[in-house]
């Protein structure tokens, strides 16, 4: 089989040029009857292509890319979906909310949380997306721990990542898989993300609010929280911990469908499906100024540790020496862990990495629970360390380290974390 690659022909080129012109007058129309959506994609790139690797449309933040052929196929109507389903993408930030989840589940999750949007509003879709109606409402992320594995549907955009756009052209291989041997490369079709695209996404979103508030024009109700969330942004400390955890162990295994049981709790840890996992430590400050907080934090560690999977957890507590270790393993962890407090004096936290270091352990990572009140070691150890601090933990606690507010805000990441 002969695969020839090749630029756009002389028609391709004159179809792009035609298909611009419907671009702008599309996103005028959009400007008129939806002035929200419409003044978000007047400050964004419009890029026509034709290009094998593109079928339908994607957008980087800050262009959007149009397959002229597909693009050429819709109704007016639905043309103006397409590009307002992209700017979508864009204020939600799906492209930076991936991580290393699935991609194919992860892009069907992002057009469904569209999808129900474009529902609320009453907008014309001309795609049908396979759900169920409790999703309505949730995230792109709560839905895609809902999806079932083998989800099937149509494909309502195409999507990219940042690791993507650095890693070539995965969309060739499955260009060639299908059989296609006339493959078209547009160099237009360039998609990059910049460093602050998250910033410039923000800015863009907020600015068209105010214009749209000026104008008197509607504006979704989920924007309003959208933009809340943007100025004030709260995170439950539960998804900060888990896309922690889920960095540190990187992408090379698949998630386990979440356990029912423990959703309800705000817990979506997913346990593994292959090889065992290096130990993970959770230690517990049981110092004097801890005792308000201990019994909170002993009930979320009941949840906690129920959302480790196969990991083989070691709980520590610790004041100022090491007070109480326990280990536990998914064959012997109990539903309810009656904890009890062991310690009550002062605070050290070097004993726990001290205990790492003797024992010859390998965390996948520690997780310190503290008010931040304690002398810790000089320099950070070799592996992973996420501090879980109290409300009112002592903001200068800890050059190293990353740390999370048990209140739900994120803290800042310290240096060397």
Sequence with gaps: MTITFRSPNEAEIKQKDAVMRGLESDRISLLM???????????????????????????????????????????????????????????????????NREHERFNYAADLEIYFLFESENLPQFYVLQHEEKWKGLSAEEIYERLPQNILGNKVSDHVYPNETESGSPEIEEIKSNGQ????IDYDYAPFFTSDIK??????????????????????????????????????????????????????????????????????LQSRREERLPTTVVAIDTSGSMQREIPRFFAELNSLVHSFGSYELIVIQCDAAIQKVETFDENDMPENIPWKIHGCGGTDFRPVFQYVTEYALTPTVLIYITDGFGCAPKEAPDYPVLWLLTKNANPAFCSWGNKIAFNSKPMEKSKNG
């Design 181 to 184: 041997t006339d493959i078209v």
């Design 33 to 99: 009857n939806q002035p929200f959506i419409g003044s978000i994609i007047m400050s964004m790139d419009i890029v026509p292509v034709c290009d094998s690797r593109l079928k339908t449309a994607c957008t980087d933040g800050t262009r959007i890319f149009v397959n002229t052929e597909f693009y050429a196929s819709l109704e007016k109507k639905f043309r103006m979906t397409v590009l307002a389903h992209e700017v979508w993408h864009t204020v939600y930030c799906h492209f930076l909310r991936k991580q």
């Design 199 to 268: 910033e410039r996404c923000k800015e863009r979103l907020i600015t068209a609010v105010q214009q749209t508030e000026r104008n008197q024009g509607h504006i979704p109700g989920c924007i309003e929280r959208l933009v809340k969330k943007y100025l004030y942004p709260e995170i439950p400390w539960q998804e900060l911990l888990r896309q922690f955890v889920c960095s540190c162990l990187g992408g090379k295994r698949r998630w386990l469908p979440p356990n029912r049981r423990y959703v309800s709790q705000g817990l979506y």
